[in-house]
T-cell receptor
Framework: EAGVTQSPRYAVLQEGQAVSFWCDPI?????LYWYQQPRDQGPQLLVY????????NSQLPSDRFSAVRPKGTNSTLKIQSAKQGDTATYLC?????????FGPGTRLTVL | QQKVQQSPESLSVPEGGMASLNCTSS?????YFWWYRQHSGEGPKALM?????GDKKEGRFTAHLNKASLHVSLHIRDSQPSDSALYFC???????????FGTGTSLLVDP
């Protein structure tokens, strides 16, 4: 069974640039999560979906971050104007019941 | 203030030894706990969940939960070099949909 896939694996950009991260969850998983993991810290939930609906986006910096899951399958997380403080690994996870399966993440560096 | 604290921050054990990791929550809404392991360059992977007071054993891993003190521990017996990784405790008020991760423990198993 294929796991959660994410792309790109790495991204380097200047402050003010935009970047998008893409996630393909495990087939059949209805719930999809996006986490931010700063270096040497635990993952922090940004937003999660059940099918195409946003269930909780209370931790998403809404002025610059956005996330969509239009058909209830793949998802995109976008940062409009990146800041150095956004440097982190962005993890996508999916679940069917309650165990979350994580992808390898996208490591973002903002210079 | 972190709602889920882990100790120690780092731990070194000899191959074949016992590793003991601790986790304490400050939020009484958290009733469901998970242990995740993350190897370098990978996403976290669930090791085990524990939802009831007492011990839960899965192979070389044993978790212990005390809901009254909101304390959960993980014990790894017969530690292997492949167990060297970051270990995260994660807590939830709804079994697993919205996880709050702890600060992490870095485990090194010396061959």
């Amino acid at each position: 069974e294929a796991g959660v896939t994410q792309s790109p694996r790495y991204a380097v950009l200047q402050e003010g640039q935009a970047v998008s991260f893409w996630c393909d969850p495990i087939s059949g998983h209805d719930t999809l999560y996006w986490y931010q993991q700063p270096r040497d810290q635990g993952p922090q939930l940004l937003v999660y979906f059940r099918d195409e609906a946003v269930i909780d986006n209370s931790q998403l910096p809404s002025d610059r971050f956005s996330a969509v899951r239009p058909k209830g399958t793949n998802s995109t997380l976008k940062i409009q104007s990146a800041k150095q403080g956004d440097t982190a690994t962005y993890l996508c996870a999916s679940s069917w019941i309650y165990e979350q399966y994580f992808g390898p993440g996208t490591r973002l560096t903002v210079l | 203030q972190q709602k889920v604290q882990q100790s120690p921050e780092s731990l070194s054990v000899p191959e074949g030894g016992m590793a003991s990791l601790n986790c304490t929550s400050s939020d009484r809404n958290f009733q469901y706990f998970w242990w995740y392991r993350q190897h370098s360059g990978e996403g976290p992977k669930a090791l085990m969940s524990i939802f009831s007071d007492g011990d839960k054993k899965e192979g070389r891993f044993t978790a212990h939960l005390n809901k009254a003190s909101l304390h959960v521990s993980l014990h790894i017996r017969d530690s292997q070099p492949s167990d060297s990784a970051l270990y995260f405790c994660a807590a939830s008020s709804n079994m697993g949909y919205k996880l709050t991760f702890g600060t992490g423990t870095s485990l090194l198993v010396d061959p």
